[in-house]
Each structure stands twice: as C-alpha cells, then as structure tokens.
C-alpha cells in the first residue's frame, strides 16, 4: 500500500538553528508529495509541492527516490514557523495524510 | 488564491437530530472535494471523497448512511450528520480540488460539531 511516514510527532528547533521535517515514503510508481502546514488556529494549506520544486517561506523539500524522502528543510528557523506540518500524496484519487509533524520554535 | 468557504464554524445539535454541512469552492470549479474528521491533536481523518456527480467514496469504517454526502454542482458538497449521537462530535474539515489529482488541496475552516 501506499504510505508516507512522518517518524517525528513533536520537533523543537532553537530560533535560527536549522530545520528538517521528516517524510517517508513507499510507492510502488513516482510519487507526487506535498506538504501543507497549519499555523494556530488557521486552515490547513498548502505550503509547497515536489513538482514545482519551488521554495516557499524559506523551506525546500528534496525528493530523494534513493532514500524515499520527502524531507523539509529550512537553512534557519524563525517563530513563526511554528505550526503543524503534514506530508500528503495523491494517493490515486484521495489525499490521505499522515500524522504530521508539529514544529517548536524555541526562543 | 483558490477559496474553500466552509460553514457552519460551529454547530450544538441535540442528539437523535440531523446536521448539514455546506462546503463551498468560491473562485475555482472542484471536480473533487473530501471529507476529514479531527479529533484533538490528532491528524486528519480521510472520511469521504465525493466527485461532482458522482455517489462519495466513503473510507472503510465510515457509515455511508450516517453521513450523507451530496456533490451535486462543481462549487458546492454538504456532509449531513443524521441522527447525530454525541460520539459524533467532532472537528469536521472539508477540502476541495481543482482538475486532476496533482492539484492541491484547498481547505475550508472546518465545522465543530457539539452533539448534546
């Protein structure tokens, strides 16, 4: 079956350290991942899709077909990054996320 | 951007009766829309996916008679608790999307369902 794994339920990053937000992934064809975040008390959406390969608020995620990753990275965290981060594919015609991942700031 | 109108915010419905939910694309036609439940500090549970026209795919476990899904136009879908018990209470999120399965998904605000 298809499935994505995010192994960190809570993560704590210094302010200005950097972040990485794990993904895993097993598929049987090319996988389309995304990850969407939601901020205290706001909707979830979109945060940045692998094939756009864009950055958005300083994060870059990297498909490692090697590793099968999706990891999200950011070079320096700032608070506001705080928020609960969720890796999704398009699992043939349904969106079925993982457990996410929520994203401490500390000061 | 893409808009996903969700209402109501909250609702507290009495026991035994029923609640609609309406989830609404405003500026983009979505040929797919889901249905997520959230319990506190727990992820998003795929419920159903309803494709306009077209009967929902409900998730196994997901009462199909329980919870009524009409995706009758490309810019609207309503969940319809019946007969609610409070078990049902619940964070319910919809989403919807635009084309085809590469396209992201737009979410609404979600509904707070309090079952009395």
């Known amino acids: 079956a298809q499935r994505v794994t995010q192994p960190e339920k809570l993560l704590s990053v210094f302010k200005g350290a950097p972040v990485e937000l794990k993904c895993n992934y097993s598929?049987?064809?090319?996988?389309?991942l995304f990850w969407y975040v939601q901020y205290s008390r706001q909707r979830l959406q979109l945060l940045l899709r692998?094939?756009s390969r864009e950055s958005i608020k300083g994060f870059t995620a990297d498909l490692n077909k090697g590793e099968t990753s999706f990891h999200l990275k950011k070079p320096f965290a700032q608070e506001e990054d705080s928020a609960m981060y969720y890796c999704?594919?398009?699992?043939?015609?349904?969106?079925?996320f993982g457990k996410g991942t929520r994203l401490h700031i500390l000061p | 951007g893409a808009v996903v109108s969700q209402h109501p915010s909250r609702v507290i419905c009495k026991s035994g009766t029923s609640v609609k939910i309406e989830c609404r694309s405003l500026d983009f036609q979505a040929t797919t829309m889901f249905w997520y439940r959230q319990f506190p500090k727990q992820s998003l549970m795929l419920m159903a996916t309803s494709n306009e026209g077209s009967k929902a795919t409900y998730e196994q476990g997901v009462e199909k008679d329980k919870f009524l899904i009409n995706h009758a136009s490309l810019t609207l879908s309503t969940l319809t608790v019946t007969s609610a018990h409070p078990e049902d209470s619940s964070f319910y999120i919809c989403s919807a999307r635009a084309m085809d399965r590469l396209s992201p998904l737009h979410f609404g605000n979600g509904t707070r369902l309090t079952v009395t």
């Open positions: 598929y049987s064809g090319s996988p389309e």
């Open positions: 999704a594919p398009p699992l043939d015609d349904k969106i079925i």
């Open positions: 692998h094939i």
